[in-house]
């Protein structure tokens, strides 16, 4: 045995030396160390390796609502009486204002006729007063101007410097609150959600009122000042209210079972200013209309007397608000349409007796819609107003996609089999014919956006001892990096915002 291995390997050694043996042999010798090599253990080969790239991250809160009108109201007559006329049908599309519905009011009728022949012989009854009379009232009317003006300053001060400590601004809206610590801590005086829901509409009209009552002032120089003070009346008696709403919540919460009893007791003293100016604000202006009326008959000619005029003029005003009070009962006995939209619904006939504020008529807005959605309390701090969102609708295919926006955050919770919700509404951006009441509404609402910034995978980050880390692979190794996140994407990716640069190999996760 010994001899014939000794033979075959004297063999060997001349096939190697020939051209052909060497080129066979080095083949051989090359393609052993390869299976060398890609058999023995790779320490890379339990993990899936991913890569740091650059891409938009968007974060979103997925939820699902129902599609309701933005408007819906059951309307009543303020008034008992027999219907008379119905002008509408259910399904029937009415414009705001129009009329909908009457009950009897012959009576009414008559009553606004004899007012009205009233008021036009106290009006001719005027104009022959003053007929031969020359009145210069341009004094008197520049103070009725200071008046007016006055006036609003008093009131711009009293909402936006006083009452609006009583709110926190969210977006464009208020409301009802005040932050009384450093802490953050809000004070809503123990009011009813009714109330503060009563007092954030109301604040919000009231930024209308000014911005109205600017305008008018601005433009005083060609104006009926009469009128701009009957207005500015109305205005002050308007914020008069809302202060006096305000101060029945404020004064009656016991302060001294707070934290922040001098705090609010600042807030309590600031209302209290407000109301005082307001109040002092309406005697001067009304003054200072009843001086320039009365100042409109001081220069008369001869034949013509002062107090004839006054008298005449005050015939004229009570008649003009026996008119408007007939007008008033007449409006109190039938249903005007309170927006643009569709009847759904008419729970009466003609001929019968209907009793006052029984809801007799039912309607919607037919072209203004919203989704209403509950964002569980885990989701709600991400969700902010104006937030822009996609919607889908059940009734349609999946790319169908209708723009909407974040337009109310309700600010108490809503229980849903027992967890905490908050309802949210969105608005549609643009109207849609497709879109109806009742549809399911699979909503998207865009949270956050961070655009070209460097990402990996979330389940590439590790959490030990608080700290944040990606193993990032150093050529057969690998090596714990500290990172600090940022956004966290709705398909699975994760900003990062320091410890790593773009086109890094990474762990994504160990093979088990």
Known sequence: MPNKIKKYGHRFIAFVKTPKGAILTGAGIIVLFILFSTTRDNPLAAYDIGEVVRKDVVSIVDVTGRVKPSER???????????????????????????????????????????????EIERLELAEIN????????????????????????AHDAITDKADRLFHKDGDFFRFGVEVGTDGTIEDFDAELGDKLDLNYARKG????????????????????????????????AIQTFLNDLANIVNNFDSTASDYTTTIDIYKAGLSSARTSISAALTSL????????TTQATIIT????????????????????????????????????????????????????VAANSPVLSMMSNTQFEIETFVPEADIAEVALDNVAEATLDAYDSDVVFEAYVGFIDPAETM?????????LLNFKEEDER?????????????????????VPQRAVIEKDGQKFVRVVRGEETEEVGVKIGLKGFDGD????EGLDEGEKIVVFTRG
């Not at 305008?215 to 701009?228: E, K």
């Not at 849903?416 to 949210?424: H, I, L, R, S």
Request: glycine share 6%.
């Open 435 to 455: 879109i109806r009441s009742g549809m399911t509404a699979n909503v998207d609402i865009i949270t956050n956006t961070s655009l070209d910034t460097l990402t």
């Open 416 to 424: 849903v089999e027992g967890v905490a919700t908050y309802k949210v």
């Open 206 to 237: 009231l930024g209308n009122t000014l911005e109205d009552w600017r305008t008018s002032n601005d433009s005083l120089s060609g104006a009926d000042v009469v009128v701009a003070a009957a207005q500015a009346e109305q205005d002050l008696a």
């Open 302 to 353: 001869e034949g013509s007397d002062l107090q004839d005029v006054l008298l005449q003029e005050q015939r004229v005003e009570s008649a003009e608000a026996q008119v408007n009070a007939v007008y008033a009962e007449i409006e109190k006995s039938v249903i005007r349409a309170p927006f643009d939209g569709v009847v759904t619904g008419i729970n009466t006939e003609v001929g019968e007796i």
């Open 73 to 119: 109201v059951d309307v009543a007559l303020e008034r008992s009486g027999k219907i008379t006329r119905i002008d509408v049908a259910v399904g029937e599309n009415v414009q705001k204002g129009e009329l909908l519905l009457s009950a009897a009011g012959a009576d009414l009728y008559a009553s606004l006729a004899s007012a009205q022949a009233s008021l």
């Open 494 to 497: 994760i900003e990062i915002l």
């Open 131 to 154: 007929r031969s009379s020359t009145v210069d009232w341009d004094n008197a009317r520049d103070q009725l101007i200071d008046s007016l003006e006055d006036s609003f300053v008093k």
């Open 286 to 293: 009304r003054s200072a209309k009843q001086s320039y009326l």
